[in-house]
C-alpha cells in the first residue's frame, strides 16, 4: 500500500503563485508514475499534469506554461509549482500514484486552492 498526503495548498490573489507537495510512504518502490489531479465544484475531475520516474512530464492545456511538475525520488515527493494563478484555478487538487506496474492507483486526501480576482 501507498499513502499519499498533500501539502502547500491555500488562499492567493489572482496572479500569485503556490507550491503543492505530495509526499508517498509505505510500498514506495511500488510507484511509478505520479501526477496532480484537480476537481472545482460542479466539474469533472481534470488530469493536468503527470510525471514519470524517468523525469518525463506532460501537462492539460489549461496550465501549460504555468505549472510546473517535479520530483524528487530521494524523498518519494512530488511538487507542483503553480504561477500566474487565474481564479478558474480555484479547484481541490488531488495527488495520484500510480504502481509500476499500472495495475494499482492510489491518491492522496485533497487539498484546496482558492484564487480570488
Known amino acids: 500500500q501507498v499513502q499519499l498526503v498533500e501539502s502547500g495548498g491555500g488562499w492567493v490573489q489572482a496572479g500569485g503563485s503556490l507550491r503543492l507537495s505530495c509526499a508517498a510512504s509505505g510500498s514506495i518502490l511500488s510507484i511509478g508514475t505520479m501526477g496532480w489531479y484537480r476537481q472545482a465544484p460542479g466539474s469533472q475531475p481534470e488530469r493536468i499534469a503527470t510525471i514519470t520516474t524517468s523525469g518525463i512530464t506532460n501537462y492539460a492545456d489549461s496550465v501549460k506554461g504555468r505549472f510546473t511538475i517535479s520530483r524528487d525520488n530521494a524523498k518519494n515527493t512530488v511538487f507542483l509549482q503553480m504561477n500566474s494563478l487565474k481564479p478558474e484555478d480555484t479547484a481541490i487538487y488531488y495527488c495520484?500514484?500510480?504502481?509500476?506496474?499500472?495495475?494499482?492507483?492510489?491518491w492522496g486526501q485533497g487539498t484546496q486552492v482558492t484564487v480570488s480576482s
Open positions: 495520484k500514484a500510480l504502481s509500476v506496474t499500472g495495475l494499482s492507483q492510489y
